[in-house]
């Protein structure tokens, strides 16, 4: 039964996006989710980067991750941004534009095979789901914790860098944030998600994002 089980979970998260050394490529197994048929970002997959134009838009661009990746607990990356929406209140349901965030997708054990084929929308629906959003945009301080207008005790906002442009490196601690967000000692990491987020203002986001890795 437990060989049949993990064959399951091998079948449903095996994924192109990570190769060697855990490092993070953009092309084969991302997928565009689209929140409304009139509003996509432009997004550009270039090995390992990944820039996005959004002008009045959102949408995010997701992949599910091999069993490889599953117990990291490290992530590192790089971003730019050169045109930036205003700062916002990132609390607010309608009203939460942001340059960028990164989405770290995290299930338990007990719910791998059950989310077998399930699409990102169905994942991050999931009452056993736990999303980390390291986000570029709003005007908190950074490493401020905060409340997702979506998805309630799911998920949490970590605040990276406030509205602006600039470019930077990160490390995000994954175990660490996920304690402080939640209260749990994380599982596993099965997917990656990023997004630009701009149709509330009106405004417009050129962004990219590169070297990202898991440790």
Partial sequence: MFRILMALVVALFIAPAVVSAQQVMFGNGWKEQRFS??????????????????????????????????????ARWAWAVETSVTATDLTQKGGDDRNMSVYFIFLQDSSLAAAEGKGVMALLDNPDVRVLMYVWGGAESPDTVLPTPYLGPRGRSIIKRGAGTGAATEIADLARDFRRAFGEELENLVGLAVSADSDDTGGEIDARLSRLRLE
């Fill in 37 to 74: 048929m009139l509003s996509s970002n432009d997004f550009s997959l270039n090995g390992d980067s990944l820039g996005v134009h959004s002008d009045g838009t959102v949408s995010l661009l997701w992949t599910a991750l091999p069993p490889s990746a599953w117990q990291s607990r490290v």
